[in-house]
Nanobody, 120 residues
């Protein structure tokens, strides 16, 4: 089992910045990718950014140039630096880990979510 602990959400004004962190704990064997998703009220959960084991990053178009995903492999932690925040970035942000266990079982794990609110 892998547990994810998120932190860094909060309330910020338009144009401000926040940094989200997500640390993975537990029986970690091989993390294939770590990412961030978000879900705004009344909308489906969407991918924000993902970083693979090899360091390849992918972003949804609406955050390109504003958000940066990074990771600390030694700490099994992923970060999301969010700059130039807009009211439409308001959502609950969820950490996601794509993990393979020592017996080759692949599973996705989710954090409980952290609220990001951007005021206009």
């Amino acid at each position: 089992q892998v547990q994810l602990v998120e932190s860094g959400g909060g309330l910020v004004q338009t144009g401000g910045s926040l940094r989200l962190s997500c640390a993975a704990h537990g029986r970690i064997f091989s993390i294939d990718a770590m990412g961030w998703y978000r879900q705004a009220p009344g909308k489906q959960r969407e991918l924000v950014a993902v970083i693979t084991f090899g360091g390849t990053t992918t972003y949804t178009d609406s955050v390109k140039g504003r958000f940066t995903i990074s990771r600390d492999v030694a700490k099994n932690t992923v970060y999301l630096q969010m700059n130039s925040l807009k009211p439409e970035d308001t959502a609950v942000y969820y950490c996601n880990v794509d993990h393979t266990s020592s017996d080759a079982v692949r599973a996705l794990y989710w954090g409980l979510g952290t609220q990001v609110t951007v005021s206009s």
